[in-house]
Each structure stands twice: as structure tokens, then as C-alpha cells.
């Protein structure tokens, strides 16, 4: 399977920065999905970044909030602008196995703290 | 939209103890079931994916099942290392992952 790269691992920040996650896998794929795990819930879809096209974004998150950065087939940035202490949650990147097989395949995660 | 209910929310298990948790879904032309594991402070690890209804996967002392409603993920005789949280997603026709809350398993030695 598909292995991936995630960090920064954990940060705290100031409310009204940014911070910039970065994931890079170890093999090219076309979609690489983000996704906010929020203290004691489940995974919710961010947006979905295709390598030469735009970011396709879920009900309730926006661009300008989250904007995502896909250069190439292994490597892709999401952003978080302009934070409030709601914005602390856990975030992760992932893509679905080339291989196949092995369903989708999560980096380790971010753990954000808005402070 | 497709959902996904997971229960119970926690299970607390005695060493041995065998137990099923259980996740009901509805999905707009299911593609797929996952079954993740996720440990504290880390993303979720890739269990098994099942297809169609009747189809049944194995993995060491856990095994998961597909029915048109639910999916079950069956702990045998589990051990403290099995403790972890247990995530269930549903791939509609769209291609999205939709996931649901999860259940916590707690084994005691």
C-alpha cells in the first residue's frame, strides 16, 4: 500500500494565523483527499485535490479558508487561514491505494491547536 | 446523503471476551465498505473493504461482514492490543468516503 508523509505531526498556533500541512506519498496518485476529524467525531471530507485542476470542496468549507496546493502526483499542501479556536481538530490527507486492495490510506495526521 | 451509524459508541471487554460492533448504513450505489482502525494520535489504519452483501473478510481475531443494511466486524477472544477506536465508511456513487462516528473498544487484561 500506499505510504504517506504527514507534517507537521502537531502545532499550536495563534488564532488569526495560517498554518500549512504538507503530505507527500511515496507513489504518484491522481486524487489525494483531506479530511477535519474534530475532538470525539469522525472524519469529515475537506475537499479533493486533483494534480493541474482545482480543489473540489465539500458543503461548508471554502477556499479561501482552506486553500489546497497540488504541484504534482505525490505531494499536495492544505491551509489554514485566518484560525479560531474552532479550527482545532485533527487533519488528515489521504489517497486511495494504486495498488488496490487496500481500500484508502491516511497519513499519520496533524493535531491543531488554536489557542 | 449517504450515512453511516456506528454502535455501540464504547465496548468495554474482558481479556477473551468475543463481541461484534455494528455499523447500519444507506449509500446511493454502495462500492464499497471499509472497516479502519485508529489509535490515539494516529490516522486511521486500513482493516478491510467488502463489496457485496454476504461477503465476509478475516484478519487475524477480526472478522467483518456485509449484509444490504449493516456490516458487522466480529472481535474473537480479543487481547489488550486490540483496544482502539473502530471506524466504518460507506463509498457511495459518488467516489466519497462518508464515515461514521466510530466505536472505542477498551480490552482489559
Known amino acids: 500500500s500506499a505510504v504517506i508523509s504527514q507534517k507537521p505531526s502537531r502545532d499550536i498556533c495563534q488564532r488569526g494565523t495560517s498554518l500549512t500541512i504538507q503530505c507527500q506519498v511515496d507513489s504518484q496518485v491522481t486524487m489525494m483527499f483531506w479530511y477535519r476529524q474534530q475532538p470525539g467525531q469522525s472524519l469529515t471530507l475537506i475537499a479533493t485535490a486533483n494534480q493541474g485542476s482545482e480543489a473540489t470542496y465539500e458543503s461548508g468549507f471554502v477556499i479561501d479558508k482552506f486553500p489546497i496546493s497540488r504541484p504534482n502526483l505525490t505531494f499536495s499542501t492544505l491551509t489554514v487561514s485566518n484560525m479560531s479556536p474552532e479550527d482545532s481538530s485533527i487533519y488528515l490527507c489521504s489517497v486511495e491505494d494504486p495498488g488496490g486492495g487496500y481500500g484508502y490510506t491516511f497519513g499519520s495526521g496533524t493535531r491543531l491547536t488554536v489557542v | 446523503e449517504d450515512q453511516v451509524t456506528q454502535s455501540p459508541e464504547a465496548l468495554r471487554l474482558q481479556e477473551g471476551e468475543s463481541s461484534s460492533l455494528n455499523c447500519s448504513y444507506t449509500?446511493?450505489?454502495?462500492?464499497?465498505l471499509f472497516w479502519y482502525r485508529q489509535d490515539p494520535g494516529k490516522g486511521p489504519e486500513f482493516l478491510f473493504t467488502?463489496?457485496?452483501a454476504g461477503e465476509e473478510k478475516e484478519k487475524e481475531r477480526l472478522k467483518a461482514t456485509l449484509t444490504k443494511k449493516e456490516s458487522f466486524l466480529h472481535i474473537t477472544a480479543p487481547k489488550p492490543e486490540d483496544s482502539a477506536t473502530y471506524l466504518c465508511?460507506?463509498?457511495?456513487?459518488?467516489?466519497?468516503?462518508?464515515f461514521g462516528a466510530g466505536t472505542t473498544v477498551t480490552v482489559r487484561a
Open positions: 449509500v446511493s450505489g454502495l462500492r464499497g
Open positions: 465508511a460507506v463509498q457511495g456513487d459518488d467516489y466519497k468516503l462518508s
Open positions: 467488502l463489496y457485496s
